[in-house]
């Protein structure tokens, strides 16, 4: 089955620097890559994904790159804000029709201000 | 996205004792939901898939008559944790997937259960 490590697990950054968490995938016939957000007592919140057809995708502050020889994608987040403290998941699966997620073990963010 | 709605959001019960949790699909029909455990600072761990009409299905390890999940409705899936004991105490989530098989799942706000 798939195994998804995600690292690292703690990450401290300053206010306004960016902070990037990794994650590689052991199955290659994963083509679909989700990352969540969760903050403390409340659900996973689906920030950003991408499919293994494209190599980048970004949304305002929030850009995923994906290596698929590799076999690993990462978050990147530019100019932090407190407000981004949270546990990030990056996850794995087939894509379409699969609903199957691999889940990283997360990656608690911190901004100090 | 998908709007998921859980309840109740916390829960304390004494040990021995059952414990219902909704899962409703706002926005649009689900004929299959998914049902989510966690425990503190851990990840996501799938423990069954809620089918429309039909029976659930489950992870292995997970007991299927411990916990009994319900979709009576396409918009709407119940988990039932029976005979709680402490070490049932955790954190469960919903999620339902989004339109259009594209692999998306959204997730409900959880909910806490913890047995006394």
């Known amino acids: 089955g798939e195994n998804v490590e995600q690292h690292p697990s703690t990450l401290s950054v300053q206010e306004g620097d960016s902070a990037v968490i990794k994650c590689t995938y052991s199955?290659?016939?994963?083509?679909?890559f989700p990352w969540y957000k969760q903050e403390l007592g409340k659900g996973p919140q689906l920030i950003i994904d991408?499919?293994?057809?494209?190599g980048e995708k970004k949304d305002q502050r929030i850009a995923v790159t994906l290596n698929k020889t590799a076999k690993h994608f990462s978050l990147h987040i530019t100019e932090t804000q407190p407000e981004d403290s949270a546990v990030y998941f990056c996850?794995?699966?087939?894509?379409?029709?699969?609903?199957?997620?691999?889940f990283g073990k997360g990656t608690k963010l911190s901004v100090i201000p | 996205g998908a709007v998921v709605s859980q309840h109740p959001s916390w829960v304390i019960c004494k040990s021995g004792t059952s414990v219902k949790i909704e899962c409703r699909s706002l926005?649009?029909?689900?004929?299959?939901m998914f049902w989510y455990r966690q425990f503190p600072k851990q990840s996501l761990m799938l423990m069954a898939t809620?089918?429309?009409?039909?029976?659930?299905?489950?992870e292995q390890g997970v007991e299927k008559d411990k916990f009994l999940i319900n979709h009576a409705s396409l918009t709407l899936s119940t988990l039932t944790v029976t005979s709680a004991h402490p070490e049932d105490s955790s954190f469960y989530i919903c999620?339902?997937?989004?339109?259009?098989?594209?692999?998306?799942?959204?997730f409900g706000e959880g909910s806490r259960l913890t047995v006394l």
């Open positions: 999620s339902v997937p989004g339109q259009g098989f594209t692999g998306e799942l959204f």
């Open positions: 199955d290659s016939a994963s083509n679909y």
């Open positions: 991408i499919r293994s057809n494209v």
């Open positions: 996850a794995a699966s087939e894509g379409a029709g699969s609903y199957q997620l691999t």
């Open positions: 926005d649009f029909q689900a004929t299959t």
């Open positions: 809620s089918n429309e009409g039909s029976k659930a299905t489950y």
